[in-house]
């Protein structure tokens, strides 16, 4: 069976505090690796797709790596507005993702 | 449209009634796909539309959820008989399963439809 397992499951940060987020995953066949950022009330944003081992994306404060066991967001010198849920999923051949239970981050200004 | 709408918003229901929940994807989109998310847990899939296939209902997590995609467009979850562990938000996505694009633009999300059975 397909599992996501995030770490941890919340985190409090100061702003400019930098720190990672962890998603361990096990999904056979695994075609690629999603990241989605959630804020209160809304559906998943879309960030990051990881497609192979040593892949890294980046997108403003933000960057994300991927190895064949785990895959972890990057949140350099993090502004308040960048308090959300972080989800990870993984697509497998079926085409549906397997989410992980997701880290709420909450930066203090 | 632009994004991913879903209706309604929020539903309050009672106990034991049924219920219907709609979405409507991005037009264009083949690929629809039906996820709960229960207070404070993660995303559980429950259904996935794609084209002209047999939809893969290996989600649903008893024979009280349906759910059918008319034109493959609009689609439509049914909740019979609401028990109180049905309270959750039910989101929809949809994606193009064109080529790499599911991969380059990530499925879209609606904001969900807030369940609250009592």
């Known amino acids: 069976e397909d599992q996501v397992t995030q770490s941890p499951e919340a985190l409090r940060l100061q702003e400019g505090e930098s720190s990672s987020l962890n998603c361990s995953y096990t999904?056979?066949?695994?075609?690629?690796l999603f990241w989605y950022r959630q804020d209160p009330g809304k559906g998943p944003e879309f960030l990051f797709t990881?497609?192979?081992a040593g892949e890294e994306k980046e997108k403003e404060r933000l960057k994300a790596t991927l190895t064949k066991k785990e895959s972890f967001l990057h949140i350099t010198a993090p502004k308040p507005e960048d308090s959300a849920t972080y989800l990870c999923?993984?697509?497998?051949?079926?085409?549906?993702?397997?989410f992980g239970g997701g880290t709420r981050v909450l930066v203090k200004p | 449209g632009a994004g991913v709408s879903q209706s309604p918003s929020n539903k309050v229901t009672e106990k034991g009634k049924d219920v219907e929940l709609r979405c409507d994807p991005i037009s264009g989109h083949t690929a629809l796909y039906w996820y709960r998310q229960s207070l404070g847990q993660g995303l559980e899939f429950l259904i996935y539309f794609q084209g002209n296939s047999a939809p893969d209902k290996s989600g649903l997590p008893s024979d009280r959820f349906s759910a059918e995609r008319t034109g493959g467009s609009v689609s439509t979850l049914t909740i019979q008989r609401t028990q109180q562990e049905d309270s959750a938000v039910y989101l929809c996505a949809s994606s193009s399963r064109r080529g790499r694009e599911p991969f380059y633009y990530g499925y879209t999300f609606g904001s969900g439809t807030r369940l609250t059975v009592v």
């Open positions: 990881l497609y192979s």
């Open positions: 999923a993984g697509e497998a051949a079926g085409n549906k993702l397997t």
């Open positions: 999904v056979s066949g695994l075609r690629g």
